[in-house]
């Protein structure tokens, strides 16, 4: 099993960045792909779900309106878009692969619930 994301990014505040999350090694339907990310000095921050099968998406308040999850299930990608980029969203991004019900249902991000993960995607926001 492999979750392998794009590379690290730099925008501009006010702009939009979207990250892929290539998944490998097992059917990609039958996974929910969950988004966190690490900002510089905090722990890791549960940014939502995206279930591949229908596209069914759950965000964290704190997300709503400015993120996108999508999957796309004939190249078993997901991807998450972030937009109106501000300097508090530079972070390191990350996808990961589990039930999660936990982290699902509180929207607070419990590590061991997840069995495989991406290896992070830079997003730096600067002018």
């Known amino acids: 099993v492999q979750l392998v994301q794009s590379g690290a990014e730099l925008r501009n505040p006010g702009a939009s960045v979207k990250v892929s999350c290539k998944a490998s090694?097992?059917?990609?339907?039958?996974?929910?792909i969950d988004w966190v990310r690490q900002t510089p000095g905090q722990g890791l921050e549960w940014m939502g779900r995206?279930?591949?099968?229908?596209?069914?998406?759950k965000y964290a308040q704190k997300f709503q309106g400015r993120v996108t999850f999508t999957a796309d299930t004939s190249t078993t990608t997901a991807y998450v878009e972030l937009s109106s980029l501000r300097s508090e969203d530079t972070a390191k991004y990350y996808c990961?692969?589990?039930?999660?019900?936990?982290?699902?249902?509180?929207?607070?991000?419990?590590?061991?619930?997840?069995?495989?993960w991406g290896q992070g995607t830079q997003v730096t926001v600067s002018s």
């Open positions: 090694g097992y059917t990609f339907t039958s996974y929910y």
């Open positions: 995206i279930d591949p099968v229908d596209g069914h998406t």
């Open positions: 990961a692969r589990g039930e999660a019900p936990s982290s699902y249902y509180s929207g607070i991000f419990y590590s061991d619930e997840y069995d495989y």
